[in-house]
């Protein structure tokens, strides 16, 4: 069954460099949230998105922006990167049908 | 504030024996609760959730049962296996309208010894 994808797996950037992060969520699926690990932290909700708009936001920066695509694909974007920044970044799906929201594998970024 | 809590960081548990994993939480709009469990650098792996109007859900060897009135569930893993070692999850959803948030909890690294 296809699961939730999130590409690049690894990324390393240096300080105030962008980068962006894609999440292609189950087929059918109409929701997507996006969480930030750090080490040994649990993970943060960042922001989600319903029907390709916005329905709520967490913990989010200002040097991060997201947005949903007509394909239901969803890119998170962070620029003016920070060491701090450094952590693993998590995709789940679900549809409003289905509470249950399955994760991908995970961006690690490594901020240097 | 956390809104979801798990007070336990680590639990040790004797193959075969129950494993018991606990979570307590703040909102009472939460309408489902969900577990995850994690292995290090992959992503969380869902479990089994129930709604907030059922007091317990069962699928094989995991069963969570929520208090509401005590605003607290738990997770139930009878027998447990060596196999299930990893960190255990806690998250709620809340849903309103086209707004949904899904918050976790801290985690319990749950061992399991043979």
């Known amino acids: 069954a296809a699961g939730v994808i999130q590409s690049p797996r690894h990324l390393i950037k240096e300080k105030r460099e962008t980068a962006t992060l894609k999440c292609y969520p189950i087929p059918r699926h109409d929701t997507v949230y996006w969480y930030q690990q750090g080490p040994g932290q649990d993970p943060q909700f960042l922001i989600s998105f319903y029907e390709k708009m916005q329905s709520d936001k967490g913990s989010i920066p200002d040097r991060f922006s997201a947005q949903q695509f007509s394909d239901y694909h969803s890119e998170l974007n962070m620029s003016s990167l920070e060491l701090g920044d450094s952590a693993l970044y998590f995709c789940?799906?679900?549809?409003?049908?289905?509470?249950?929201?399955?994760f991908g594998q995970g961006t690690r970024l490594t901020v240097v | 504030d956390q809104q979801v809590k798990q007070n336990s960081p680590s639990l040790s548990v004797q193959e075969g024996r129950i494993s018991i994993l606990n979570c307590d939480y703040t909102n009472s709009m939460f309408d489902y609760f969900l577990w995850y469990k994690k292995y290090p650098a992959e992503g969380p792996t869902f479990l089994i959730s129930?709604?907030?109007?059922?007091d317990k859900n069962e699928d094989g060897r995991f069963t969570v049962f929520l208090n509401k009135s005590a605003k607290h569930l738990s997770l139930h893993i009878v027998p447990s296996q060596p196999g299930d070692s990893a960190v255990y999850f806690c998250a709620a959803l809340f849903s309103s309208g086209s707004a949904r948030q899904l918050t976790f909890g801290s985690g319990t690294q749950l061992t399991v010894l043979p």
């Open positions: 789940a799906s679900s549809s409003l049908s289905n509470t249950e929201a399955f």
């Open positions: 129930i709604s907030s109007i059922k």
